[in-house]
């Protein structure tokens, strides 16, 4: 089942000579629960086209439907809401809010949409994440790797359609960026989550089901 389409995707920054052209058309498609990497260069426009498939910006032209939905026809509101609800996003640099604990931080997506919080799936999804004993520490107070793991946590909370992570061992060591693909696969292959993953790691990337390379905006 097609949960990702992609059609002749653009972006282009700038005017006349100073226009950038950081995606060039590009369209594919994802099936429901399969891992999809996107490897590239930096500049290749690998970023650009995760930002534009999570609603994070608009295209200069093209489509991109999630579960059949054309999300560029929401205003800016509803695909705040739908991006929220439907598209888990991991960061390279986390992005967790510093005054809250790793279980307030992986409970905000449901906090900001007034829904409650399953203890029992939170429960579950501590010890998934290996986070149990840390559930009540600040960001500051855990290692790179539980704090992305702690953003994984954030990403997987609301059963999302799908998962981009752009870049998410790109600030940690070897074994944490182990530790961290791994989490992704088990995500991947227990929970069934369908997953975009964007890194410039050739070998991280051959974790995935299949591997789309980028380069000057375009697929290779």
């Known amino acids: 089942m097609e949960i990702l389409k992609v059609e002749n995707l653009t972006k282009i ?11 060039d058309h590009v369209s594919f498609t994802v099936e429901k629960g399969e891992f999809v990497a996107i490897v590239g260069a930096s ?4 970023s650009t086209l995760l930002h534009l498939i999570g609603g ?13 939905k054309d999300i560029f026809k929401f205003n800016d509101d509803k695909l705040a809401i739908f ?3 439907q598209v888990g996003l991991i960061y390279q640099f986390y992005n967790l809010i510093p005054i809250l604990n790793v279980e307030e931080n992986i ?10 919080v399953d203890k029992d799936k939170l429960d579950v999804m501590l010890n998934l994440l290996g986070l149990q004993s840390r559930r009540n520490h600040l960001p500051n107070e855990l290692s790179g790797g539980q704090q992305q793991r702690t953003s994984i946590g954030r990403a997987l909370i609301t059963d999302p ?5 752009d870049e998410p061992t790109g600030n940690l060591d070897s074994k944490s960026s182990d530790e961290i693909v791994s989490l992704l696969k088990k995500s991947n292959k227990d929970l069934k989550q369908t997953i975009i993953m964007i890194t410039h ?4 990337a051959k974790v995935a089901d299949r591997i ?7 697929i290779v």
Request: hydrophobic letters at 35%.
């Open 13 to 23: 920054y700038g005017k006349e000579e100073s226009k950038v052209v950081a995606l």
């Open 43 to 46: 500049g290749s426009g690998k």
């Open 56 to 68: 994070v910006d608009r295209p200069t032209s093209g489509k991109v439907f999630i579960d059949g």
């Open 83 to 85: 991006r929220r609800r």
């Open 107 to 116: 409970t905000l997506p449901l906090s900001l949409d007034n829904r409650e």
């Open 161 to 165: 359609t799908i998962i981009l992570a």
């Open 201 to 204: 790691n050739m070998e991280i």
């Open 212 to 218: 789309i390379k980028i380069e000057d905006g375009k």
